[in-house]
């Protein structure tokens, strides 16, 4: 049985701004009811501030949840606030969702995101790949969970996005996409030499250095080749009066923890 949070249950039982908008100015959905869960969300947006929102939606508690108190997140709120909501948002503000109903948040932002795009007559993706045919998932609300999310296995996928949730023939293309935003930010994130270099440096100076001075001790950066960085030291760090830690690796372990975890120092 899952846990549900008093918030949940409470626009569950008393959902807010049920309904449509005849004179809406933007209306936005998400999911289907081939699916399970399907959303409609109505906006009026009056001098960039949303006025008034409704939404339909045929789903879970969790679904109605969502839908609820996103609404009350962003009536009387300006419009390019409202464009910086997020998954993560909603399911906050009610106090969490169990994780095999993040979906519910995700469909959600889903909806949101649709009909802003409509307001600002913004071309959605044209012929975005399918990957999961079973919930009508593409691979760019997968891409996008993993990001907002930090998603790292096949089974979060599934519990954000409904995808694999069926008949698990995309699971090995999941698990894909999931290998390849993390190669991609692993390389967006690799240093270059000069990087590499100042940033080492700016922490020998501010956390490294100042640990060692309480005992006298001291360190000299000799060079720096890739991912080896040579040192000279002197006495011993505080941290290592008591332990067997060596100085060498107090400086490696804080080198790898505040640059890179690739880091090897080298003692000469």
Known sequence: MWDYSEKVLDHYRNPRNVGSIEDADAIGEAGSL???????????????????????????????????????????????????????????????????KMHCSVMGHEALEDALKNYFHEEAASQEKIVCTCFNVSEKQIWDAIKENGLKTVDEVTNYTKAGGACGRCKGLIQDIINTYYKKSEEETKLTSTQ?????????????????????????????????????????????????????????????????????????
């Open 196 to 268: 590499m270099v100042l940033k080492v440096n700016k922490i020998i100076e501010t956390l490294i250095a100042p640990e060692l001075q309480k005992d006298g001790g001291g360190i000299e950066l000799i060079d720096i080749q890739g991912n080896k960085v040579m040192v000279k030291l002197y006495g011993r760090c505080s941290s290592c009066k008591n332990s067997l830690v060596t100085l060498k690796n107090f400086v490696e372990t804080m080198l790898k923890d505040k640059v890179s975890k690739d880091i090897e120092v080298i003692q000469v």
């Open 34 to 100: 081939a699916c399970g869960d399907s959303l409609k969300i109505y906006l009026k947006i009056e001098n960039g501030i949303v006025t008034d929102a409704k939404f339909q939606t045929f789903g879970c508690g969790s679904a109605v949840a969502s839908s609820s108190i996103l609404t009350e997140m962003i009536i009387g709120k300006p419009i390019e606030e409202v464009r910086k909501i997020t998954n993560k948002d909603i399911a906050e503000a009610l106090d969490g969702l169990p994780p095999e």
